[in-house]
């Protein structure tokens, strides 16, 4: 498989030879699908509380006697079907949202990505990505030359410099190759490899 190499102007100026098995995979829309759910599943955190019936503010009087009242029966205000009541199956913070996904269907599932990106001509390779300073303006200034615009940048290893040139611009985003997700992957509109990085991420996903 032949990827285009951009300059830092954004122009084709080659091309760079890749595995196949990575860049050259048939799409499989049911295992890309699978595999974005469970990575923004297994991201989710508890953060919401309800009360069961045991913990709203209650008393544990019977609100009336059993018959004569023409009534249904009713054994406690605090009960699932009472307004106010408490909830049958109450969410909870350590409720665990998880799902697993074992490593083959993860490598397939991120080369079947990676492989419709080149197709639709969303990913590119730069030789190399450096920062003289970590100067916000001046690595906004370069992206813009390079004509690009919601890019996400993956690299073998991120310097200091491009960290705190990059952290701060909204619509980009710098990654080295083991922090590599599939949601990032599809957000963004062009995904740019380093050299090195296409040869750390046939060593993972290979």
């Not at 100026?13 to 595999?35: C, I, K, M, P, W």
């Not at 009336?64 to 009472?82: E, F, L, V, Y």
């Not at 996904?101 to 639709?120: E, F, H, P």
């Amino acid at each position: 498989m032949e990827l285009k190499v951009i300059d830092s102007k954004g122009n084709v100026s080659g091309n760079v030879t890749a595995s196949d098995a990575l860049f050259a995979r048939e799409y499989n829309e049911s295992l890309v699908h699978q595999l974005v759910t469970s990575y923004l599943a297994n991201a989710r955190s508890g953060t919401r509380a309800q009360k069961t019936r045991a913990e709203v503010k209650f008393t544990n009087k019977k609100p009336w006697r059993q018959k004569g009242t023409g009534r249904a029966r009713a054994g406690s205000a605090a009960s699932p079907i009472w307004r106010k009541g408490g909830r049958a199956f109450p969410s909870k913070p350590w409720e665990n949202f998880s799902q697993k996904v074992n490593k083959k269907m993860y490598r397939a599932g991120m080369a079947t990505i990676l492989s419709q990106l080149a197709r639709d001509e969303r990913l590119f390779v730069i030789d190399e990505l450096n920062a003289q300073s970590p100067k916000t303006k001046d690595f906004a200034a370069q992206i813009k030359n390079m004509g690009l615009d919601k890019t996400l940048f993956l690299t073998n290893e991120l310097s200091e410099n491009i960290y705190l040139s990059s952290r701060n611009l909204a619509d980009v985003l710098v990654l080295e190759t083991q922090r590599i997700d599939p949601y990032s992957l599809l957000y963004y509109n062009k995904v740019i490899l380093t050299k090195d990085a296409v040869v750390q991420l046939e060593e993972q996903l290979v």
